[in-house]
């Protein structure tokens, strides 16, 4: 049913779904698979049961059910997986990326009007906002190809969050990343370049020894604040982002937001202090060269976090 | 994670989208914050996906969330607000006319009392509240021309003007009971004011009434004003006045009880000086006349001939009173300032001097148009028995035809001064005649 509903305008992509995976179909408990069709709405929109089947065995090839690879998962713990999963969204998306014309249709009716919103949204401008999503819309649709190939977006998404949360994030990128090309790889806003300049005239009454011990405090202290501390602090101090929407972000309350603000500024100054103190100074001293003018500390937050991206890379890479 | 070059060692698409929307476990989530605190660039997509995401949701739930109750309600707050003013007009014009009403009865009561006490003695207690809602009724006695005076003068009306004493009208006004000597009269009749004048200086009601009191400070006698004769009766009757009234007054009430229809006269034209052998009715009736012209402070009625038959009319007009004791509302908002009476039409005058007729016992009232000079200060009601002589006696120069007209009508007819004691005539209360 579906290779005879194959859009005719629509070429197949690479992506397109696979239906001789026997190992992989194999693995799915055939009746969490019935119980998965039974409640996807696939069927509302012409979907395949044989499509539905490739799809949830391709879904399930690249994570191996969030276990390790070559690890057989029960029946429990592929149900597990797949409730943590967007199916109908990643059913949809898939259909989509093999050119199912209800499919289409259904993702056109669905998401278009909100991938607009949204692309005015980010873009601030109706202009520019549909402009993004129509670029957006053809790249989905599948009008770019590498190698020979058509390469569709959405072969990419596998369903961990909504899709419409996919296309949002995926235009949040697509501008950000044309606004750095645009701003030859500066930030939407840096207010660290400011910050990050000296005084040229400013009166250095802090011996340079001092600013050295200070900034060597400062960035171990930086060091040893943890993710969300770190993140915190560079979304409020670097990107000026405000509370409200640090607290959209972290899916907390705004005082939430501030009052770990709070703690983070705190303990990155005690930390700094005790640094301080260990490197020899007394706490009258330590506390006299935070009352340095900042001007003089060279301390560039943004170049210190971004040589401890590596670190975070390593971590995760770790993992 | 992709970690294909610098560009792709960004956290990908997916994870950004699940990280927004709180679908990573504990761990993914930590590293997902520890990179996004050392990359502005994926803290930015990750703001951008999220503000996007907050607009959608406010949008949506816009579309879809009702009205708050409290807005549904913003239509509805104004007819209540329209309620709650109507409410409070309400009350306070509840209030207002239970104030009135009360000060009527109390107005009612000091009536009453007079009535069964000396009034003499009393005369110008009732004059201050008594002032908006007084009803006046005219005394209609045939007028006697006691004060030969210039019509045109209005200082020498003045001269005998006074709170509380019926005015003298004017030369020109007809003599029927032409018996009466014209000089002795007036000697009469100037003695009385002279000393209820001075009596009524000190009162309050000149005060609460100032305008008017001012429209007649300048009414002081003066030699031009009257005759010598006049003058000089004036001057001594003035001094023995103040002696004689408290014996006068004593002995009023002790020959209250006494009826003497044939001093009627002498009792009108002196006022309280011969109140002694006046009848005891008649005695109190006039009394309660005196009151209720003060409280209107302003009526100049000249002193009627007390007669039998105008001891009916007395007692039809005490009878108009009653019906006119209920408060005057009129669509001025202005107090009464003076009121006259026939059957069921009411005229009234307010404190600016306009005009309201009514023909249901002053439940409505039209303004009726200005047809005189100056400023109307008195009204008053002249039975046509009364007006039938002035048609002889009417010079041609000053309407005579249509006043004798108005006042051959055997109905009632209405006169009107306004503040140059200048005379107007009505037999409908609407259309109004200078004599």
Known sequence: ?319 | MNVNGQHEMHTDVETLSAFTEQALSAKERGVVLAHLAVCGRCRQVVVLAREAASIEVAARHGAARPRAWWKSWGLALVPAAGVAATGVIAFYVHERAMERTSEVAKLEQQRASEKTAAPPQRLPEPLAPAAPAAPTTRVDVPATPRVPANPGSPSRSRETERPGEVRREPTTEPDETASAPPAAPATEALNGPATERERYRGSPAGEIHGDMAYAYAPSQPSANDKTPSEAAMHDEERKKQSEETAEERRQFAAKAATPSSSNDSEVDKTGIDNAGSAPAESRTARSSEQVEVDAQQLELQPVPDVSAGSLMRMRSGAFSSALMARPIHLPSGLPVLSVASSDHRVLAIDKKGSLYFSEDSGLTWEKVKRQWTGRAILVRKKNSEDAAPPVTTVPESSGSTSVSDTLSHPETVFELVNDQSELWLSADGRIWTAK
Not at chain 1, 12 to 30: H, K, L, S, V, Y
Not at chain 1, 121 to 129: F, V, Y
Not at chain 1, 286 to 314: C, M
């Open chain 1, 1 to 319: 049913m579906a290779s005879a509903e194959t859009v005719a305008g629509v070429p197949e992509t690479a992506g397109a779904i696979r239906t001789d995976i026997p190992a992989q179909r194999g693995a799915i408990d055939p009746r969490l698979l019935d119980e998965l069709w039974r409640a996807s709405d696939g069927p509302s929109w012409g979907l395949a049961r044989d499509e539905f089947d490739a799809i949830a065995a391709d879904a399930v090839a690249a994570w191996n059910f969030g276990l390790a690879a070559g690890a057989n998962a029960t029946r429990e713990q592929q149900a597990d997986y797949f409730r943590g999963l967007r199916l109908d969204d990643l059913v949809l998306a898939r259909a989509c990326a093999t050119g199912n014309e209800r499919a289409w249709e259904h993702f056109i009716a669905r998401h278009r009007q909100p991938l607009i919103r949204a692309a005015i949204a980010i873009t601030g401008s109706e202009t520019l906002g549909r402009d993004l999503a129509d670029q957006l819309y053809a790249e989905l649709f599948g009008l770019n190809t590498r190698e020979g190939e058509r390469r569709c977006p959405l072969l990419s998404y596998r369903g961990r969050g909504s899709l419409m949360g996919w296309l949002r994030t995926t235009l949040a990128q697509r501008h950000v990343d044309h606004h750095r090309r645009e701003w030859r790889l500066k930030p939407l806003d840096d207010p660290m370049d400011e910050m990050a300049a000296p005084a040229a005239d400013a009166p250095q009454e802090t011996p340079a020894a001092e600013l050295s011990q200070l900034q060597r405090a400062i960035e171990q202290a930086l060091r040893e604040c943890d993710a969300e501390e770190r993140f915190l602090l560079a979304a409020y101090y670097l990107d000026g982002q405000t509370l409200l929407q640090i607290a959209r972000v972290l899916g907390v309350h705004e005082a939430t937001v501030s009052r770990k603000l709070r703690r983070a500024t705190e303990a990155t100054r005690k930390q700094v202090l005790r640094n301080l103190q260990r490197d020899g100074s007394s706490r009258r001293a330590a506390e006299e060269a935070l009352g340095a003018d900042p001007r003089d500390v060279e301390v560039n937050l943004k170049k210190l976090l971004q040589n401890s991206q590596t670190e975070a890379f390593n971590e995760q890479a770790a993992l």
